[in-house]
C-alpha cells in the first residue's frame, strides 16, 4: 500500500486530478463570472505601488527630470505583475501564503529573524502612508499633522470593521478609493495637457542624464516594490477557497493575472499622470521664484502649487482628495499585512478587532512620534528614511518568495517554468543588487559628508562595512540554503482523500 501511494502522489496525480474534473464538469460557470469572483487581491495590492511615497518620488522625478524616468515606471511595474503573480500563485496552489511558508521552512533563528524585518517592513510601508493622509487632513480642513495622524489610525481600523460583513465589501471600497484617486490625477493631467510625444517617449525610450537622475531613478524603482506587499498577495487569493485541482488552479491562477494586471496598469497611469503633471508644470517659464524653489523639493505637503494657476483654490482640495483616497486606502492594505505577517509567522489567535488594533497601534507610532517632535518637515525626512529601510529588506522578502515558487515539492507541477524562474531570477537580482548599491553608496556617502570627527568616522565604519557584510551573507545563505523535504500542504491532504476514497486503485487493490 506504501508504494501505491508513492505511485499515487506521483505519476498517478493528474488521473486523479481528471476524475475531479469531470465530476464537476457539470458546474461549470461562465469565465466572465468566475473572473469576476476574484477580482479584489489585486487592487489591493495595487496600492502599494500608488501610495504616498511614490507620490512623493513620482512629484520629485516629474519636477527634476520632466518625463525622462518614466520609463523606470514601466520597467518597474512589469517587474511588479510578475512577483506579484507569484505570490498570488503561491498561495493559490499551497493554500498557505508567504509568512506561513516561511515560519514551516525556516530554523527558528532564521524565522525569528524574517518576522522581525517582516514587521519593521510594515511598519516602515505605513509611515508615508499615515503621513501621507495626514498631510491630506492639514490641506483639506488645517488639522495639525500629529491629530491627522491619530485620525488616520483611528479611520483604518473603523474602515476595517468592513470585514465583519465580508471582505469583498472592503475590497469593494478600497477599489472605489482607486478610481476616485485616478479620476482626480487624471484631471489633474487634462488641465496641465503635457506633451504627449515626449510623454511616451520618456514611457519607452531609456535614458539616464543630468543631476541626480541615476538616484532619482532608483527612489522611483525603490518606492514601487514592497515587501510587505508579497506577504499580502499570497494572503488575500486565499479568500477565494479555490478546489484543490489542475483546472481550478490553473484558472485561479490565470483570473489572478489578469486582474493584477488591470490593476498595475491603473496604478501604472496614475503614476505617469503625476509625473507628468510635476514635469509640465516646473518645467513652464510661467513660475514665480517662489514655485521654482518649491520644485527643487517638492514634498507631499508642498505639491497643490502645480494647479495653482489652472484651478485656482480648488487645486489644493482636488490634490488632497486624491492624496487622501492614496493614504487611506494604503493603511488599511497595510493593517492587512501587518496581521497576516503576525498570524503566520507566530499563529497568533486573536480576534480581527484585537489584530487591526495591535498592528495599527504598532505602526503608527512612530509616525505620531515625529509629527508630534519634528513637525511636517521631520515627517517628510521621516518618509525617505522609510522608503530606505523598505529598500534594504526587500530581499528577505523576494528571495524566499522565488525559492518557494520555483519549489516541486510546494508548488508540483504548477511551480514555475524554466523561463519563469530565470526571468524572475534576473528581475529578482537586479533590484537587489541596485538596492545594495544604494544603500552602500549612501552610507560611504554619509561618511564623507557627515562632518564628524575622524575617530567618529572610522568607528562608524567599523561598525557598518562589517553589518552589511552580514546583510549580503544572509541575503546569499536564503539563496543558495537547500529546501526542507516536508510538504504539509493542502494539495497532498486532498489527494490523499480521494485515495481513502478509492478515486484511484492500484494494481490488485
Known amino acids: 500500500m506504501e508504494k501505491c501511494g508513492e505511485v499515487i502522489m506521483g505519476d498517478a496525480e493528474e488521473n486523479i486530478v481528471d476524475k475531479f474534473e469531470s465530476s464537476d464538469a457539470s458546474q461549470k460557470e461562465s469565465g466572465w463570472k468566475k473572473f469576476l469572483a476574484h477580482v479584489g487581491p489585486g487592487f489591493l495590492v495595487s496600492l502599494a505601488y500608488i501610495d504616498p511615497a511614490n507620490l512623493e518620488t513620482d512629484l520629485q522625478a516629474g519636477a527634476n527630470h520632466r518625463f525622462e524616468l518614466l520609463w523606470i515606471i514601466l520597467v518597474g511595474l512589469i517587474f511588479a505583475l510578475i512577483i506579484q503573480s507569484l505570490s498570488a500563485n503561491l498561495g493559490v496552489v499551497t493554500g ?29 510601508s505605513d509611515i508615508p502612508e499615515v503621513i501621507g493622509t495626514a498631510f491630506a487632513l492639514n490641506i483639506l480642513f488645517h488639522i495639525p499633522l500629529w491629530i491627522g495622524v491619530l485620525i ?34 487624471f484631471g489633474e493631467m487634462g488641465y496641465v495637457k503635457p506633451p504627449a510625444g515626449e510623454v511616451v517617449k520618456g514611457l519607452f525610450v531609456p535614458k539616464l542624464s543630468g543631476n541626480g537622475a541615476t538616484a532619482d531613478a532608483i527612489a522611483l524603482l525603490g518606492a514601487l516594490v514592497m ?71 517638492l514634498t507631499l505637503n508642498s505639491a497643490p502649487f502645480l494647479l495653482k494657476n489652472i ?88 528571495v524566499p518568495l522565488l525559492k518557494f515558487s520555483s519549489s516541486s515539492s510546494k508548488m508540483g507541477s504548477h511551480k514555475n517554468s524554466v523561463p519563469i524562474i530565470v526571468i524572475s531570477w534576473m528581475l529578482g537580482a537586479m533590484v537587489i543588487g541596485i538596492n545594495v548599491y544604494f544603500l552602500s553608496t549612501s552610507f560611504v556617502g554619509w561618511l564623507i559628508h557627515s562632518g564628524l570627527p575622524k575617530y567618529a568616522n572610522v568607528l562608524v565604519g567599523m561598525i557598518g562595512f562589517p553589518f552589511m557584510a552580514i546583510y549580503v551573507i ?22 490523499q482523500k480521494e485515495i481513502e476514497k478509492g478515486v484511484y486503485q492500484c494494481n490488485g487493490a
Open 227 to 297: 515587501p510587505h506587499n508579497l506577504f499580502l498577495h499570497s494572503a488575500l487569493v486565499l479568500s477565494r477557497k479555490t478546489k484543490q485541482t489542475t483546472k481550478e488552479i490553473n484558472d485561479a491562477c490565470k483570473y489572478f493575472l489578469w486582474e493584477s494586471g488591470f490593476a498595475l496598469l491603473v496604478a501604472l497611469l496614475i503614476n505617469i499622470a503625476v509625473i507628468s503633471v510635476s514635469g509640465t508644470v516646473c518645467a513652464s517659464n510661467n513660475l514665480s521664484l517662489t514655485n521654482a524653489a518649491q520644485c527643487k523639493d
Open 96 to 124: 498557505r501564503h508567504l509568512a506561513e511558508l516561511c515560519k514551516m521552512e525556516y530554523p527558528k533563528f532564521i524565522k525569528l529573524f524574517l518576522w522581525i524585518l517582516a514587521e519593521v517592513a510594515v511598519i516602515a
Open 474 to 495: 544572509i541575503i546569499l545563505y536564503l539563496t543558495l540554503r537547500k529546501e526542507s523535504d516536508a510538504v504539509p500542504f493542502d494539495k497532498s491532504a486532498v489527494l
Open 152 to 185: 488616520t489610525g483611528s479611520s483604518t481600523l473603523l474602515l476595517l470593521g468592513l470585514q465583519r460583513y465580508g471582505e469583498r465589501k472592503l475590497e469593494l471600497l478600497i477599489s472605489l478609493l482607486v478610481f476616485v484617486m485616478a479620476a482626480c490625477f
Open 311 to 398: 484651478l485656482g483654490k480648488s487645486s489644493s482640495v482636488v490634490y488632497a482628495i486624491a492624496l487622501l483616497a492614496s493614504g487611506q486606502s494604503s493603511t488599511i492594505t497595510g493593517t492587512y499585512a501587518g496581521q497576516y505577517v503576525m498570524e503566520g509567522f507566530l499563529d497568533i489567535k486573536l480576534k480581527k478587532w484585537q489584530q487591526n488594533l495591535l498592528t495599527r497601534s504598532i505602526a503608527i507610532t512612530p509616525s505620531l512620534a515625529v509629527s508630534i517632535i519634528g513637525g511636517s518637515a521631520g515627517a517628510g525626512r521621516l518618509i525617505i528614511i522609510a522608503s530606505m529601510i523598505l529598500s534594504f529588506e526587500l530581499p528577505f522578502a523576494l
